[in-house]
């Protein structure tokens, strides 16, 4: 497989499933004060996990703790294995997303699940994917045209995001685009300057790349820059976890 097959929508490589998860130190920088829970779950099991998170999932369930619920058809908490190696964080919900509940299933999610199962073989059950906010982020919330999440908005719901990382543990956080970058790694520096630079949240090492939507935008104009840069982010996650790089 040449080393972008996994931007267009071709035949799928033989997945690979995972070997099991280690756990990471909860030692390191927690930029938004949220690292109380990692220690706590450090030892449970997958399926103690798997109850955390629709636990968690519940409790937010009919949340109005911001201006989002206002608009909302229907909150979208996140999926993925507990026990995931690979946690994608995207910003927040977009029109199919919110009709449907699921995170990236509209075109930039098609995208996103090509580079997880084309580009690094493994089935998309087996990373965790969720966005900073869990309701859709629209313009003057006239429910037409996303934006990207507001400071109050981020504020009010990353509680949540923060304890599904604490859940899940993961051994690479891979943020998609600036608002989740911003977030998890508490700087205001863009993800231009940002991506493809190993840095860390709560110990855990992040991997910044664009997001899939602006990599889709930008496919028109640029001769495959984005994607390029893109595939080698993913590939220094691939590095990081030992995993095969196709190609290689
Ligand atoms: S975006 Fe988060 S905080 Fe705001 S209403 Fe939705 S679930 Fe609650």
Redesign the pocket.
Known sequence: MSQLDFFSGGERPTVRKPEGHAHVSSAGRAPVGASEFASEFASVDAETRRALLSELEQS?SE???????ST?NT?VFGEGHPDADVMFIGE?PGRVEDQTGRPFVGPAGELLTRIIENGMGVPRTQVYIANV???R?TIDLKFERDRP?EAD?VR??SP?LLRQIALIQPKVIVTLGNPATKFLLNTTRGITGLRGQWSAYDGIPVMPTYHPSYVLRQSRTDSGRAKKEVWSDIKQVLEKLGWPIPGK
């Open positions: 937010i949340c109005t703790l911001c201006k989002l619920h909302r909150i927040g906010v869990k309701c982020p999440p908005e009010a719901c949540v």
